[in-house]
């Protein structure tokens, strides 16, 4: 079956610790993105790829890095930069068809850092 | 700058009562506007998808409508269950871009 795949589901972390998230995706798509949710609040953009080798930061890329070596896949690492990093992380993958395109998401990671 | 707003932020019904979420949007040039529902601690799904020429759309329970002019949607949820508790995202998408617009979603919760 073709989908998004996020792993861990939960992930612990020391404080200062860099932590690497991992998103690969079978469904051929162009564009990966990387989303950060918090308790009561939207989904907001951390980084997202449009093509292999190329990535813009989003409206919170502080403190986060990323890469994209290959069409499938698209980790995120949590650097000790990051003030707040405990929080619900989603990666989510889209194929741009104009009036439809859609975006397909994984199951998330929650990173609780301690 | 584009935006997507959501209404109300959190909303609590009861069991076999009828809801409307609403959503607005300042994204320009417009493509299509998509209602994701997300469970807690999943990640979203897309419930229906409305392209501009779109005025209502349908999928069992909800039915989501657009007004293109007026830079509304809305979403209906019609007879509600337990199961419909959770959060629904409004998403918008911008022309010739892969970028992606959310709204901050509504918290809906479901009572017997």
């Known amino acids: 079956d073709g989908g998004i795949t996020q792993s861990p589901k939960y992930l612990f972390r020391k404080e200062g610790q860099n932590v690497t998230l991992s998103c690969e995706q079978n469904l051929n798509h162009d564009a990966m993105y990387w989303y950060r949710q918090d308790p009561g609040q939207g989904l907001r953009l951390i980084y997202y790829s449009q093509i292999v080798n190329d990535f813009q930061k989003g409206d919170i890329a502080e403190g986060y890095s990323v890469s994209r070596e290959k069409k499938e896949s698209f980790p995120l690492t949590v650097t000790s930069a990051q003030k707040n990093p405990t929080a619900f992380y989603l990666c989510a993958s889209s194929i741009f068809q104009g009036s439809n395109t859609e975006a397909f998401f994984g199951q998330g990671t929650r990173l609780t850092v301690v | ?112």
């Open chain 2, 1 to 112: 700058k584009n935006q997507v707003e959501q209404s109300p932020q959190s909303l609590i019904i009861l069991e076999g009562k009828n809801c409307t979420l609403q959503c607005n949007y300042t994204v320009s040039p417009f493509s299509n506007l998509r209602w994701y529902k997300q469970d807690t601690g999943r990640g979203p799904v897309s419930l229906t998808i409305m392209t501009f020429s779109e005025n209502t759309k349908s999928n069992g329970r909800y039915t989501a409508t657009l007004d293109a002019d007026t830079k509304q949607s809305s979403l209906h949820i019609t007879a509600s269950q337990l199961s419909d508790s959770a959060s629904y995202i409004c998403v918008v998408s911008g022309l010739y871009t892969d970028k992606l617009i959310f709204g901050t979603g509504t918290r809906l919760q479901v009572f017997p």
